[in-house]
């Protein structure tokens, strides 16, 4: 007889459209990879003001739930959604893409018989470590104790939860990270990067080095900035293509970075761009760089992988990122791009020149990241990975 298919339903607080992070954009490449292997997955979010503008309904596969304080009571809102799949009987197999998505919900274990697998994304992680909240602790050790695999998105979540709560026997599998590498790809020639260019106010044959992510602190954007006064004493025109809302108060320091540096005509701040129109960014670049740092205040943060960084390795581009958090894992370092130390500015500005300047080097460092990317991050290699949890 043959065993009935599992349902797989992932937990997730944001989900496409809208201005979202990676988690959205994760949990969206999951649930499509795994409706298109013929695997069953609903997705299970919160409804947002975009959604509603949208007029999105709920579909089988997609629920739009409301519900005020989805942070702390989201499990309310999804038990009325859960209760009837659970009550069925069949083989369930939940997916919380934070730990805060499985709160409460690990409960229903003692009921009903499904897999619950919780994924470590990033400053959920971070934050329970410092500062060191009582309650904050306690309710992740809850859930640490009830879920029946952790699958974080990169090594170092994995050690740093192994670290922090050593009393607990935890069972994980690192998953990685994913990457729509139909979506993200390289162009096929210079004279398309320059249309790109052309597109967006950069006159061709500039070199172009790109950023992209949320304007906060552990992103580092400052630091960033003061480190490229080098590179314009030695490339003038260079462009550097900053893809980051403005947000208070690093959008002061950052601004105040560049007056400081005298960077004001290398400088371009591009606001939020919808996801699907940022492979066309990347694209116009030569070289991306994610240079992010580790702060303590207010809260712990670091840079759980790095998604932005295999999304312009997608796209061609060589990567240079910190040694920080999880960046290291989403490059092969001297192949895709190079690692370069928190801190050492002297250094990243050594490596970036010679990326801008050996068009040799950044083709073939380029082609290798676009090699990694498909062996390693994408959605169809994520899906095989849940896949084979399943099977063990």
């Known amino acids: 007889m043959k065993a009935p298919s599992t349902l797989f339903i992932i937990l997730v607080s944001e989900f496409p459209p809208g201005l979202h992070g990676g988690i959205g954009y994760w949990a969206k490449n999951v649930h499509t990879a795994l409706n298109a292997n013929g695997s069953r997955a609903i997705v299970m979010t919160r409804k947002t003001k975009i959604h509603k503008q949208l007029n999105l309904k709920s579909t089988e596969t997609i629920k739009y739930i409301s519900g005020r304080n989805w942070t702390k009571m989201s499990w309310l809102y ?108 390289p162009v096929e020639s210079m004279k398309q990067k320059n249309e790109l260019r052309t597109k967006i106010g950069i006159p061709e044959n500039t070199p172009v080095l790109l950023t992209v992510g949320r304007m906060v602190t552990f992103k580092g954007f400052p630091d960033l900035i003061r480190a490229l006064k080098p590179i314009a004493e030695e490339i003038p025109e260079f462009i550097f293509l900053m893809v980051s809302a403005p947000r208070e108060p690093e959008y002061s320091k950052v601004l105040d970075a560049i007056r400081s540096s005298g960077l004001e005509k290398n400088v371009i701040i591009k606001n939020h761009v919808e996801h699907n129109k940022l492979p066309l960014l990347y694209q116009a670049a030569d070289v991306f760089v994610l240079w992010s740092k580790a702060v303590y205040e207010p809260m712990y943060q670091e840079e759980g992988f790095g998604r932005t960084a295999i999304e312009a390795a997608a796209c061609g581009l060589p990567v240079v990122v910190s040694d920080t958090g999880g960046q290291p894992e989403t490059i092969i370092d001297g192949k895709t791009g190079y690692v370069v130390p928190s801190g050492e500015e002297e250094l990243l500005a050594k490596r970036l020149i010679s990326l801008l300047t050996d068009k040799s080097i950044t083709e073939k460092m380029g082609k290798a990241g676009r090699m990694f990317i498909e062996k390693t991050y994408t959605a169809d290699i994520m899906r095989e990975k849940i896949l084979q949890l399943h099977a063990q």
């Open 78 to 185: 999804l038990l009325p959604h859960l209760l009837p799949l659970l009550i069925t009987g069949q083989n369930i197999t939940i997916i919380a893409a934070t730990w805060r998505n499985a709160t409460m919900i690990h409960y229903l274990k003692k009921i009903f018989p499904f897999t619950l697998y919780c994924s470590a994304r990033g400053s959920e992680i971070t934050k329970t470590v410092y500062p060191a909240k009582s309650k904050t602790r306690s309710e992740f050790k809850r859930v640490l104790k009830n879920i029946d695999i952790l699958i974080p998105i990169s090594s170092f979540l994995d050690k740093l939860v192994r670290e922090n709560f050593p009393e607990f026997p935890i069972k994980s599998v690192v998953i990685g990270n994913d990457v729509d590498h139909h979506l993200f790809s």
